[in-house]
């Protein structure tokens, strides 16, 4: 997903909001700039292959994706879907550069599978860089661009809750807040031309796009979604579960446990 420099910079008051000299605004507005022309989610991509691989709690993975790894349960009436997890620290993969970079994200949202119109999603990007590691909490309502809250600093080890809320097809909120430090950012969306059809409920970790190809994909350890629910009710029992499946390989091992966690784990 990508917009021109100069459309991100007229955008980027809406997302800075935090006040500051005029340089570091600039450096600001140049940094979500670059990001938006990079960072992109997209709707789940199905692999074909059926490898038969099974979780470590004996739940056969009947999905795999080049991009989700997770959970994701498929009705109607979604309206609300929340989580929480704590922060990893992500690192490179055996056998990854220290002057590479490596990404990866956890998000929750509604659609983005069987429905592919649109996503309502939330969550945070970790990034690693050699010793360096960084991270991004956003919001999105795809095919629109992901955007950074400001405000919400994260750190490894922090808990964070995301949820995002749909009140109608066109419209919803997006909520992240970091149960570490108190601080809680949201944004409202309004008058979306790309409606939801509230069909598809999710936990995600995703390897994401950067100038039209995936991420190099980051080591994040575990990411778990404990008090994981729809509707302020139901919680994941019966949902998808679905694991990144990559040149071959299995890089993910995920499941869900009990009625409200889904866990993930970087596995290669």
């Known amino acids: 997903m990508q917009i021109p420099i100069i459309a991100a910079l007229l955008c980027s008051n809406l997302v800075l909001g935090a006040p500051g000299t005029a340089a570091r605004r600039q450096r600001a507005a140049d940094r979500i700039a670059e990001r938006r022309l990079s960072r992109g989610s997209n709707t789940l991509q199905r692999v074909d292959t059926e490898l038969g691989v099974a979780s470590k709690n004996g739940t056969a993975h009947v ?9 994701v349960l498929i009705g109607s009436g979604y309206k609300t879907v929340t989580g929480t997890f704590v922060v990893p620290t992500p690192k490179a993969p055996s056998g990854g550069s220290s002057s590479s970079t490596y990404s990866a994200s956890a998000w929750v949202g509604i659609d983005g599978d069987t429905c592919e119109t649109a ?17 991004d909490a956003w919001y999105e309502w795809y095919p629109d661009y992901a955007y950074d ?14 949820t995002v809320t749909a009140s109608s097809k066109s419209a919803g909120t997006a909520t992240v807040e ?33 100038g039209g190809s995936l991420v190099s994909f980051a080591d994040f350890g575990t990411v778990q979604f404990t008090d994981a629910s729809v509707n302020g009710g139901t919680g994941v029992s019966g949902a998808t579960i679905i694991d990144i499946q990559q040149n ?7 499941s869900t446990s009990g009625s409200s966690t889904v866990v993930c784990e970087y596995t290669s």
Request: hydrophobic share 30%.
């Open 63 to 71: 999905e795999y994706s080049s991009n989700w790894a997770g959970a």
């Open 119 to 135: 996503i309502l999603q939330t969550g945070v990007d970790f990034t690693v860089r050699g010793s360096s590691v960084s991270y």
């Open 149 to 162: 809250f400001s405000g919400i600093p994260i750190k490894a080890g922090d808990t964070i809750t995301v």
């Open 178 to 210: 970091n149960k570490t430090t108190g601080k809680t950012v949201s944004h409202s969306f309004s008058g979306e031309t790309d409606a939801l059809c509230e069909t598809n409920a999710e936990w995600i970790v995703e390897d994401f796009e950067s």
């Open 248 to 254: 071959g390989r299995v890089l993910t091992d995920c």
